[in-house]
């Protein structure tokens, strides 16, 4: 049970003291001396929060006093008293002594308990703050380690070699190159059909170079217009458009020193793309209604499924852009051209639905696998991921059999009404699914989007398009 502070009252007259006793020990633990020597021998055996000494005692003033005080006892808060109007002595002696406060006699009740309360709150801040410091001190080898392995951990995730493939896969000679280029502050374009794993590639060059231990940034640049893509990319000042309503720090100043990866580069304006330009060749970034610039160190990794060569020949896209971003260029096949890839990467797929949904099973039947080795994957790794998370979703047995397959054969005849009708009821029932994982994931969050996109293994910009489909953060618990 917490006491109340204890606080001494130093003054030569009895009346006095007894006065300022009347008044605090209702909400204090009031000790008393008469003068210099009694005040001190209470410091020696009590612990005090608050002094509140008379300036004019036989053989010694309150300054004086307080002086001392403040070399033994420095923590303790001192007040002086006087009832006198020549405070000067006072005055030039509060910063040496470290007067909190100075209250002339005759004092009022009221002030005075007002007066000591805030000095005791004062005592016991500053008594917090020393204590969370130490902790602080103490906690700094402990974070400093958890900080250390979870950066080892995202390391480790995004590793070339935690990238699933066969040993003949043409995956192989892909990340020989991105382990080749990786330590180099080389401008990357990242080419391939939606869904082959762009990102990936991205993540796990910016972990092999230099920059690892600094941010890596995703923007979609074609989910945006041009002046949303703008302010996320460089960031806005308040009021420089509707909406702007305080500062906004662009990806580009949050990548500093890191890496900023620039999905969908191609479905960017001619305008934009100018924009872009200037902060590729100048390393200097304007917010948007800012009026100076700010220089900034970032290693760009834009990727794109068009073909920017036929664009910069069509005139759609900036022929000096392409050349600032295609130092080196990197093709990821679709998955269709690296069949023997399917198998491992079903797999781990598999592993990683069973985590996420909660949901354990054996494996494959082989028949299944057959049907998911043989399908084309037009919407690739993404694809497969969905379909096997499906799967899994509506498995009753230990294995995940070929029935389960939602994928057609594209020469196969077109489905009947009845199979479109069960098509779309899977679809429903597949969505209410996606939709609790996607909620129970803000949860464990808290809220935190990048640490949700990470753990489901979706963009950024994937998450908040899900988001805003199932409208969870909105209509379910405000935004997150």
């Not at 192989?172 to 180099?184: D, K, S």
């Not at 869904?195 to 990936?200: A, D, I, P, Y």
Request: charge should be neutral; charged fraction near 30%.
């Amino acid at each position: 049970m917490a006491t109340n502070p204890a606080i001494l009252v130093v003054d030569d007259e009895l009346r006095s003291r007894e006065a300022l006793r009347r008044t605090l020990d209702e909400e204090f633990v009031v000790h008393d001396a008469a003068g210099a020597d009694e005040a001190l021998a209470v410091l020696e055996r009590e612990t005090v929060a608050v002094v509140l000494c008379d300036q004019r005692m036989p053989g010694t003033t309150g300054i004086a006093l307080l002086k001392q005080m403040r070399v033994r006892w420095p923590d303790i808060i001192r007040i002086v008293l006087s009832g006198y109007t020549d405070t000067e002595d006072i005055i030039a002696g509060i910063n040496e002594a470290g007067i909190y406060q100075y209250l002339l006699k005759p004092w009022q009740p009221d002030s005075l308990r007002l007066a000591v309360r805030a000095a005791a709150e004062l005592h016991r801040l500053q008594h917090l703050h020393q204590r969370l410091h130490v902790d602080l001190r103490s906690a700094e080898p402990v974070v400093r380690a958890r900080v250390e392995a979870r950066r080892r951990e995202v390391k480790r995730a995004f590793d070339l070699d935690r990238i699933v493939r066969a040993p003949g896969s043409p995956m192989n000679a892909l990340c020989a190159m991105v382990e080749r280029i990786a330590p180099y502050d080389l401008s990357v374009l990242v080419t391939g059909e939606s869904g082959t794993g762009k990102e990936l590639l991205a993540r796990a060059m910016h972990f092999r170079s230099a920059r690892a231990d600094r941010a890596f940034v995703v923007e979609n640049c074609g989910a945006l217009p041009d002046q949303l893509l703008e302010s996320e990319l460089f960031g806005h000042k308040r009021g420089s458009f509707t909406g702007a309503y305080e500062d906004r720090i662009g990806l580009f100043q949050q990548a500093d020193g890191g890496t900023i990866f620039l999905d969908e580069i191609g479905e960017t304006s001619p305008a934009f793309q100018v924009k872009l330009l200037r902060v590729l060749q100048e390393g200097e970034i304007r917010a948007v209604g800012g009026a100076r610039t700010v220089s900034v160190d970032v290693r760009v990794v834009s990727a794109t499924n068009r073909d920017l060569e036929a664009d910069v020949r069509s005139g759609r896209f900036r022929k000096d852009l392409y050349y600032r971003l295609s130092t080196v260029k990197l093709h990821v096949p679709p998955l269709r051209d690296r069949p023997d890839d399917i198998a491992p990467l079903a797999r781990q797929v598999l592993e990683r639905a069973m985590t996420q949904l909660g949901k354990t099973v054996r494996g494959f039947t082989a028949e299944a696998m057959d049907r998911l080795v043989s399908y084309p994957w037009p919407g690739n790794v993404r694809e497969l991921q969905n379909e096997i998370q499906r799967m899994l979703a509506l498995c009753d047995g230990e294995w995940v059999g070929a029935e389960l397959f939602a994928g057609r054969d594209p020469l196969a005849a077109p489905a009947t009404p009845a199979a479109a009708a069960a098509d779309d009821d899977l679809r429903t029932r597949l969505d209410a699914l996606e939709a609790r994982v996607i909620e129970e994931a803000m949860r464990r969050h808290r809220g935190n989007k990048t640490r949700v996109a990470d753990e489901l293994g979706l963009s950024r910009v994937g998450l908040r398009a899900k988001l805003a489909r199932y409208g969870i953060g909105r209509d379910r618990g405000g935004d997150a």
